[in-house]
């Protein structure tokens, strides 16, 4: 079921389609500006722990570790939303929080521990919860969803639904897939307690 702004804001699945191309089209910029992005200014070389490999970077410490993830390592599962810190779809672990990756400094992250989409485990309840409760429309901010709701399930076994919602408060879906999303949790939790009880 279509749920959200998307029928109001699209009428037509072409006019939707239209908006997805756009969306994809600038993705593809910004992970060519990341490129970009990285070799500017300064160079020194850094060492990086992303998803349990280590990578030795030649790149501006400076940049946002977003970048970083894109443009050289081709983790391109995280998003580029908002670029401040706003929206959420750049979520990702580090050390296990959840942290805006394009607010870091790449050079501010070496010696963490880092964890992408393309880490977290297929079995993760929180993503079977995802695919059980169907949550993706058009999938953009979804793996930030997914990183902010893996964190939080990880620190809080049993949470009020307040507490939920204040965790994901941040990470915006501008398809409306909140319903969905929150109930995905719910049952990520549940499946979590069934396993933790044999
Ligand atoms: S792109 Fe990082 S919070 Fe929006
Ligand atoms: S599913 Fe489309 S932005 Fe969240």
Not at 27 to 42: D, F, K, P, R, Y
Not at 49 to 67: C, K, R, S, T
Not at 72 to 88: H, N, P, R, S
Not at 158 to 173: H, Q
Request: with cysteine; net charge negative.
């Amino acid at each position: 079921m279509v749920e959200g702004l998307i029928p109001y804001l699209f009428p037509s699945r072409a006019s939707y389609v239209i908006f997805s191309e756009f969306f994809d089209a600038l993705q593809a910029m910004v992970t060519e500006a990341a490129v970009m992005l990285s070799h500017t200014g300064e160079h020194s070389m850094i060492t990086l722990e992303v998803n349990g490999q280590h990578y030795e970077l030649d790149v501006n410490p400076d940049v946002p570790l977003l970048a970083v993830l894109r443009g050289e390592l081709k983790l391109t599962g995280t998003k580029y939303g908002c670029g401040a810190g706003d929206c959420g779809s750049c979520t990702v672990h580090i050390d296990g929080k959840p942290e805006r990756s394009c607010l870091i400094p790449v050079g501010k992250v070496q010696g963490k521990r880092i964890t992408t989409i393309e880490g977290l485990r297929d079995d993760h309840p929180v993503k079977l919860a995802w695919e059980a409760e169907q949550v993706p429309q058009c999938g953009y901010c979804q793996p930030g969803q997914i990183m902010q709701a893996a964190a939080f399930i990880d620190r809080n076994p049993n949470p009020s639904d307040a507490e939920i919602s204040e965790a994901m408060n941040g990470n915006l879906c501008r398809c409306g897939t909140y319903p969905r999303i929150f109930r995905a949790i719910r049952r990520a939790l549940l499946e979590r307690e069934q396993i933790r009880r044999g």
